[in-house]
């Protein structure tokens, strides 16, 4: 597709459920971050892959929270047991580094409810 | 002027008027710096970016202002329009794309017709 898109855009689930939320980054891209937003809140960090290199978790919160990215392309957050304080935007980007203009493109976020 | 909004803290402006947002890094070795834009409900968007070995970058209507000394950011918006109402964050990257981007706190900017 044109854009960084996740999937799904809105999930609702009991405390106590596992979760998982889907990313597609822009074709070609190596890079690919996964961030938390909670509401009135700025983006905190989660987890960052770059191609095939050792990915930095150093902002996964708690070791409920996993990522993984197939394949160098589609990556998957997951996170187990959830508790409500998880409830927040979850947003993927992905760039592709270089001398050049490498911003993050993000997509539309998935909105996850906690219950 | 500026006040805390829900935790942002907010920027109120006439239409019309040009607007300042502000940003302090936190990372001397950072060489890219990005402003981004997010309207309610959806991801971050690019506005613009500046490179370390720049002070100044020119868009449409805005401009990236860069401060190494005192690891400063500003965005100034000319003549902003009610559109330009939204959340503004400031990203830092250090190595050239080859590690993480880290972002600033953001600043809610209301635009009044």
């Known amino acids: 597709g044109a854009g960084v898109s996740q999937s799904p855009s809105n999930k609702v689930t009991e405390k106590g459920k596992d979760v998982e939320l889907r990313c597609d980054p822009i074709?070609?891209?190596?890079?690919l971050y996964w961030y938390r937003q909670s509401l009135g809140q700025g983006l905190e960090f989660l987890i960052y892959?770059?191609?095939?290199?050792?990915?930095?978790k150093s902002g996964l919160p708690s070791d409920r929270f996993s990522a993984e990215r197939t394949g160098g392309s589609v990556s998957t957050l997951t996170i187990q047991r959830t508790q409500q304080e998880d409830s927040a935007v979850y947003l993927c980007?992905?760039?592709?580094?270089?001398?050049?203009?490498?911003?993050?493109?993000f997509g539309q976020g998935t909105r996850l409810t906690v219950v | 002027g500026e006040s805390v909004g829900l935790h942002l803290p907010t920027l109120s402006v006439q239409e019309g008027d040009n607007s300042i947002i502000n940003c302090a890094y936190s990372?001397?070795?950072?060489?890219?710096f990005i402003w981004y834009k997010q309207e309610s409900g959806k991801g971050p968007q690019f506005i613009i970016d500046?490179?370390?070995?720049?002070d100044k970058r020119q868009g449409q209507r805005v401009t990236v202002l860069l401060n190494k000394t005192v690891k400063h950011l500003s965005l100034q918006i000319a003549a902003t329009q009610p559109g330009d109402s939204a959340v503004y964050f400031c990203?830092?990257?250090?190595?050239?794309?080859?590690?993480?981007?880290?972002f600033g706190k953001g600043t809610m900017l209301l635009v009044s017709p």
């Open positions: 980007a992905s760039s592709f580094p270089g001398q050049g203009r490498t911003e993050a493109f």
């Open positions: 074709s070609g891209h190596t890079a």
């Open positions: 892959f770059q191609g095939n290199s050792a990915p930095d």
């Open positions: 990372n001397s070795a950072s060489d890219y």
């Open positions: 500046i490179r370390s070995n720049m």
């Open positions: 990203a830092e990257r250090q190595n050239s794309g080859y590690s993480t981007l880290t």
